[in-house]
Structures are given as structure tokens and as C-alpha cells.
């Protein structure tokens, strides 16, 4: 359901578009002049600017060799991109690019404009080879090199199309629409000019043109968006979240390999793979959720790493990301936003400081204690674009050297339908106390080459950690688990 009232809330977090000109520009890719919505030396700047807001929301991955080796494998596929080309102007010659790896458990890659490239730990783990990365990495830096971004800002702004779209309501890297509330304007703008299908296809050309230009065998990146399919059969969904504007897995499967083929007729020999350096790279990586930072269960979310609990209601969605937890009903027409405090002192001042924005009407605020924790409470009132009324039910609480604060709000006709579930999650913030959940561990990837022959399923154990199942680790393996591993092959099995 989209729902306008969101969509005016949204536009009120939002600060004006970024586009406000046009720029013709000669394109990195094709050499030829064409109009962008902005400047190279722009899209620098908000990439720049952007690429913080993207390491707060998400997170990054906290292992530098794995991060290191991301990033030399990228530099590689940079290297025989249009941005580093003979004939390429010295401002993009100049740029430099950065390569990061975001701790999260979806798999995703996506990049900034003007030199900002993301993959995550969803996405390392069900790779099978180095060739598969470097199609993966040449596909970002192909929409860098290309300047997609910037070809749609101005696309929509000839077309006075709002920058937005349809992105309230959608997902973005699995999060409801509503997570953009808690990221800054330009990061969300950017992430919201979805990029076409044609787009899409000029960069899988360029991922494999880059690819092969290393001697990769980019005909690899075939199986990789089998797995996508996997996924997405598995899910139920039609395709998989960072395909969600892309062409269909399926097709691309059939696409890659003639890509590569071409490229071999060029007469450059694709005969890397480096799957033993791959897979040396990425064991022990996490695999899934990292319930240390954070989970559901029964009702209640609970963060073993910052030891504290509290419920949220029954059915609603929780997303869980470095810098919130957001909650959405299923209707989407109420939602509760928790996050730390880390500019206030108190559990007041954090209230008040909610309340002194521009277009906030606080009806009144109290101290107040709950579970032996110094908390505040308010409530407060604010008018969309369309004249709709939003009430607020806000909560902040001071718990072992931080300040939490929950940002609870609906419409206000509406507002009294919920009340009761805003205090009840809000009041029950408390102390995490529970010893098998404190000592709770992610389960992570033991990669090793096989001592025998088997199946797959039989190399797995009988009890699988956390929620992980075996169809789980078959895809991530890229294989059935009926096929037969041979001693000395590479296989990747979860463990906690």
C-alpha cells in the first residue's frame, strides 16, 4: 500500500532536489556529449557526501583482509574501465574510487556517482569465485563510468518527475520505503533514481567487457544470477531485492556467457577464475543475520551486544539496521523508529530536541521512570503537505551510558488505534538479562576444500545454526544438494 500521507512525510525530511540544471558533458563511456542532471565535479561531491550517510545507516563489515582484498580485486577491474582509458578526460582519470564492504545479510551491490562502490557480506557469501566478483564490481563501476545517476536526474527532471517515485512503499536493499526517514536527503535521492532496464544491460556489458579485460572468465557471472533466481524462488518473490529494476536473472544467465564470448573473439583469453584465493578471503565470514546486533524472537527484539529488550507489536514488520529499528504495521499507517541518541545527554533534552523542528507542535511532556530507567515522554502534533495531521508519541530512555529514543507516529485520527502499542513497546524498554541470549553467536561460513566424495547434503551437519536451512546453504554453494562434491572441492558451510 502506498500512502500519501508517507510520501508528504517523506518530502518534509527531504531538502529540495538535487537537480536544478542540466550540464552537457562528454561521456566516459562513448567519448560523446550528452546532458546530465549534473556535473562530473557534482556527482563527485554528493557521492562523497552520500558515501557517509550509506557507512551510518548500513554499517561496515568489521574485517580489514576481507576489505582489502575486496578493494585490490576492484582496483584490478578499475583499472580496464573507461574511467581509466587511453583517451579518458583527466577529471574521471583523476577520480578516485572506493570500494566497500557493508555488514549486512542481504545480497546486494550497489553504487554512488562519482566513485562509490558497495557490495555486502550477503553477497561474498553465495559468490563462488573471484571471476564472479569482478563481474559483480565491473557491473557497479560500469553505472559510475556510464553516469546512470546522473542520465535519470536529468531524465525526470525534463520530465518533472519527483525523485521519489515510487520508492515509499518499495524496498530498498530488503528495508520498507519508510527507512528512508532516517537517511539524509541526498543519499536517499540518489538511491531512488532507479536505474532502467537498458541501464542495467549496458552495465552487465561493461562488468563483463572489464571482467574479461583481466583475464577473468566472465562467463562465471552466469551461475551467480542463477543463484539470484534461486533466491528468489525460494522466497516467493519474482526477483531478488537488488534486482528489482534489473532484467530478469534468468535472462541474464543466457546474456553473460555470449558477453564473454564476444570478448574471447576480441582475442582476450578469460582463463581466471581464483576461486582458491575467493574462498580463502571470505571463510568465516558471517553468514545471515548476526543476531549480536540484533533480533526478533516471540515477540520481542532483543541486542545481546547492547544488552537491552523490549517488545513490538504483534505483526508488524521489524527491520533492523546499524542506525534504527523501524517498525511498520501491515497497513503501513503507523510506525515506530528507535535509534540512539547520541547528540543528547538526557532522555529530556532528546525529547525536546524532537519537538523545537520546524512544523513539530509538542500537547505536552512528562518525566517519567520505567524498569529502574530514567526516561521522558511527549507527545506532539505536525501537518503533512497535504494538510493531513500526524501525532507523535515520543519516549527516550538513559541506559547504561546511552540515550534511546523512540519516535512513534500515525495519523492523527488514528492515533488513539495505537497509543496503547506505542507505550506498550516503549515502556518495556529494558535491561537484556537472559544469559543464552547475551552469549548468543552468528553463524559463520567454514570454507575448506573436501577430504572425500559425497553429496552435498551430506557434508552437512544435522543440526544447522540459527534459521539457516539446507536449501540455504545449496544456493550459497551454487549447487543441488543432491550434487556430488569431489574431495579437493571448495564447499562453504555455515557454523556457529
Same mark, same amino acid.
Given at each position: 500500500?502506498?500512502?500519501?500521507? #508517507?510520501?508528504?512525510?517523506?518530502?518534509?525530511?527531504?531538502?529540495?532536489?538535487?537537480?536544478?540544471?542540466?550540464?552537457?558533458?562528454?561521456? $566516459?563511456?562513448?567519448?560523446?556529449?550528452?546532458?546530465?542532471?549534473?556535473?562530473?565535479?557534482?556527482?563527485?561531491?554528493?557521492?562523497?557526501?552520500?558515501?557517509?550517510?550509506?557507512?551510518?545507516?548500513?554499517?561496515?563489515?568489521?574485517?580489514?583482509?576481507?576489505?582489502?582484498?575486496?578493494?585490490?580485486?576492484? /582496483?584490478?577491474?578499475?583499472?580496464?574501465?573507461?574511467?581509466?582509458?587511453?583517451?579518458?578526460?583527466?577529471?574521471?582519470?583523476?577520480?578516485?574510487?572506493?570500494?566497500?564492504?557493508?555488514?549486512?545479510?542481504?545480497?546486494?551491490?550497489?553504487?554512488?556517482?562519482?566513485?562509490?562502490?558497495?557490495?555486502?557480506?550477503?553477497?561474498?557469501?553465495?559468490?563462488?569465485?573471484?571471476?564472479?566478483?569482478?563481474?559483480?564490481?565491473?557491473?557497479?563501476?560500469?553505472?559510475?563510468?556510464?553516469?546512470?545517476?546522473?542520465?535519470?536526474?536529468?531524465?525526470? !527532471?525534463?520530465?518533472?518527475?519527483?525523485?521519489?517515485?515510487?520508492?515509499?512503499?518499495?524496498?530498498?536493499?530488503?528495508?520498507?520505503?519508510?527507512?528512508?526517514?532516517?537517511?539524509?536527503?541526498?543519499?536517499?535521492?540518489?538511491?531512488?533514481?532507479?536505474?532502467?532496464?537498458?541501464?542495467?544491460?549496458? +552495465?552487465?556489458?561493461?562488468?563483463?567487457?572489464?571482467?574479461?579485460?583481466?583475464?577473468?572468465?566472465?562467463?562465471?557471472?552466469?551461475?551467480?544470477?542463477?543463484?539470484?533466481?534461486?533466491?528468489?524462488?525460494?522466497?516467493?518473490?519474482?526477483?531478488?531485492?537488488?534486482?528489482?529494476?534489473?532484467?530478469?536473472?534468468?535472462?541474464?544467465?543466457? &546474456?553473460?556467457?555470449?558477453?564473454?564470448?564476444?570478448?574471447? /573473439?576480441?582475442?582476450?583469453?578469460?582463463?581466471?577464475?581464483?576461486?582458491?584465493?575467493?574462498?580463502?578471503?571470505?571463510?568465516?565470514?558471517?553468514?545471515? #543475520?548476526? $543476531?549480536? !546486533?540484533?533480533? &526478533?524472537?516471540?515477540?520481542?527484539?532483543?541486542?545481546?551486544?547492547?544488552?537491552?529488550?523490549?517488545?513490538? $507489536?504483534?505483526?508488524?514488520?521489524?527491520?533492523? !539496521?546499524?542506525?534504527?529499528?523501524? #517498525?511498520?504495521?501491515?497497513?503501513?499507517?503507523?510506525?515506530?523508529?528507535?535509534?540512539?541518541?547520541?547528540?543528547?545527554?538526557?532522555?529530556?533534552?532528546?525529547?525536546?530536541?524532537?519537538?523545537?523542528?520546524?512544523?513539530?507542535?509538542?500537547?505536552?511532556?512528562?518525566?517519567?521512570? +520505567?524498569?529502574?530507567?530514567?526516561?521522558?515522554?511527549?507527545?506532539?502534533?505536525?501537518?503533512? /503537505?497535504?494538510? +493531513?495531521?500526524?501525532?507523535?508519541?515520543?519516549? +527516550?530512555?538513559?541506559?547504561?551510558?546511552?540515550?534511546?529514543?523512540?519516535?512513534?507516529? &500515525?495519523?492523527?485520527?488514528?492515533?488513539?488505534?495505537?497509543?496503547?502499542?506505542?507505550?506498550?513497546?516503549?515502556?518495556?524498554?529494558?535491561?537484556?538479562?537472559?544469559?543464552?541470549?547475551?552469549?548468543?553467536?552468528?553463524?559463520?561460513?567454514?570454507?575448506? /576444500?573436501?577430504?572425500?566424495?559425497?553429496?552435498?547434503?551430506?557434508?552437512? $551437519?544435522?543440526?544447522?545454526?540459527?534459521?539457516?536451512?539446507?536449501?540455504?546453504?545449496?544456493?550459497?554453494? !551454487?549447487?543441488?544438494?543432491?550434487?556430488?562434491?569431489?574431495?579437493?572441492?571448495?564447499?562453504?558451510?555455515?557454523?556457529?
Amino acid at each position: 500500500m502506498r500512502l500519501s500521507w #508517507m510520501r508528504n512525510i517523506v518530502f518534509m525530511v527531504l531538502v529540495g532536489l538535487l537537480v536544478s540544471s542540466c550540464v552537457v558533458q562528454r561521456s $566516459p563511456v562513448t567519448g560523446q556529449k550528452r546532458a546530465y542532471g549534473y556535473s562530473w565535479e557534482e556527482e563527485v561531491k554528493l557521492g562523497a557526501q552520500s558515501d557517509k550517510q550509506i557507512q551510518q545507516q548500513y554499517g561496515l563489515y568489521n574485517d580489514e583482509a576481507l576489505q582489502n582484498y575486496v578493494d585490490e580485486v576492484a /582496483q584490478d577491474v578499475l583499472a580496464t574501465s573507461h574511467m581509466r582509458g587511453e583517451g579518458t578526460e583527466e577529471k574521471y582519470k583523476n577520480t578516485e574510487f572506493y570500494f566497500r564492504v557493508l555488514d549486512s545479510p542481504v545480497i546486494n551491490a550497489f553504487a554512488l556517482p562519482g566513485g562509490y562502490v558497495y557490495v555486502t557480506r550477503g553477497l561474498l557469501g553465495h559468490l563462488r569465485n573471484e571471476a564472479q566478483l569482478a563481474v559483480v564490481l565491473g557491473h557497479e563501476i560500469g553505472h559510475v563510468a556510464a553516469r546512470h545517476a546522473s542520465q535519470r536526474a536529468f531524465e525526470q !527532471q525534463v520530465g518533472q518527475l519527483a525523485l521519489i517515485g515510487g520508492a515509499v512503499g518499495g524496498e530498498l536493499m530488503g528495508l520498507p520505503g519508510g527507512d528512508i526517514l532516517q537517511m539524509g536527503s541526498q543519499a536517499a535521492q540518489l538511491m531512488f533514481l532507479k536505474y532502467g532496464r537498458d541501464d542495467e544491460r549496458e +552495465s552487465d556489458q561493461l562488468g563483463v567487457e572489464y571482467a574479461a579485460k583481466q583475464h577473468y572468465m566472465a562467463s562465471e557471472g552466469a551461475d551467480f544470477f542463477t543463484t539470484l533466481r534461486r533466491m528468489s524462488e525460494q522466497s516467493g518473490q519474482s526477483i531478488p531485492t537488488w534486482q528489482s529494476t534489473h532484467p530478469d536473472p534468468s535472462a541474464r544467465a543466457n &546474456t553473460i556467457p555470449q558477453l564473454a564470448e564476444e570478448w574471447r /573473439q576480441k582475442g582476450y583469453e578469460q582463463n581466471v577464475t581464483d576461486r582458491d584465493q575467493f574462498m580463502r578471503a571470505i571463510d568465516d565470514i558471517v553468514f545471515g #543475520m548476526n $543476531p549480536r !546486533q540484533g533480533f &526478533t524472537e516471540n515477540g520481542i527484539f532483543y541486542h545481546p551486544d547492547l544488552a537491552f529488550q523490549f517488545p513490538h $507489536p504483534e505483526g508488524w514488520q521489524v527491520v533492523n !539496521q546499524a542506525s534504527a529499528v523501524q #517498525m511498520v504495521n501491515e497497513e503501513q499507517n503507523a510506525i515506530i523508529v528507535f535509534q540512539i541518541d547520541s547528540k543528547n545527554d538526557s532522555p529530556q533534552a532528546s525529547v525536546k530536541e524532537f519537538l523545537n523542528q520546524e512544523g513539530i507542535t509538542s500537547t505536552g511532556g512528562s518525566g517519567t521512570s +520505567s524498569n529502574g530507567l530514567n526516561a521522558y515522554r511527549a507527545t506532539a502534533n505536525a501537518e503533512s /503537505q497535504d494538510g +493531513s495531521k500526524v501525532q507523535f508519541y515520543l519516549y +527516550s530512555a538513559e541506559y547504561n551510558g546511552n540515550i534511546y529514543r523512540f519516535v512513534c507516529y &500515525t495519523l492523527a485520527d488514528q492515533f488513539d488505534s495505537y497509543q496503547n502499542q506505542f507505550a506498550e513497546t516503549t515502556g518495556k524498554f529494558r535491561e537484556l538479562n537472559d544469559s543464552d541470549i547475551l552469549n548468543i553467536r552468528p553463524a559463520k561460513l567454514r570454507v575448506y /576444500q573436501a577430504d572425500r566424495s559425497g553429496t552435498l547434503q551430506s557434508f552437512l $551437519p544435522d543440526n544447522l545454526p540459527l534459521d539457516i536451512t539446507a536449501e540455504d546453504v545449496a544456493i550459497a554453494n !551454487q549447487m543441488e544438494l543432491s550434487d556430488r562434491v569431489e574431495a579437493g572441492t571448495w564447499i562453504k558451510i555455515p557454523r556457529q
